[in-house]
Nanobody, 115 residues
Framework: QVHLVESGGGLVQPGGSLRLSCAAS????????MKWYRQVTGKERELVAS???????EYADSVKGRFTITRNNERNTLYLQMNNLEPEDTDNYYC?????????WGQGTQVTVSL
């Protein structure tokens, strides 16, 4: 059974920083590409950042230069360092992996950027 558990969200002022974590189990973590998405109810789900098993990364244009995706294969954990946060970054953030022919999602962690 694949489980993804996000943490690290919260309320932060514009210009602030947060680090999200995603603890994965049920997969050989180091072999899989991992992704961060974000979504607010009623909006399209947006791919924020991804990292493949070789460490190659991709980012949405809206977060380039502000967000950094990393992974610790020894701890089976994916991270998203978010700097210089903007109100437009307010969303639920989800960890994702495609494994065994299926998409798996965590429960999400809420990020709110506001004064």
């Amino acid at each position: 059974q694949v489980h993804l558990v996000e943490s690290g969200g919260g309320l932060v002022q514009p210009g602030g920083s947060l680090r999200l974590s995603c603890a994965a189990s049920g997969i050989n973590f180091r072999l899989y590409a991992m992704k961060w998405y974000r979504q607010v109810t009623g909006k399209e789900r947006e791919l924020v950042a991804s990292m493949d098993s070789s460490g190659n990364t991709e980012y949405a244009d809206s977060v380039k230069g502000r967000f950094t995706i990393t992974r610790n294969n020894e701890r089976n954990t994916l991270y998203l360092q978010m700097n210089n946060l903007e109100p437009e970054d307010t969303d639920n953030y989800y960890c994702n992996v495609r494994a065994y022919g299926k998409e798996f999602w965590g429960q999400g962690t809420q990020v709110t950027v506001s004064l």
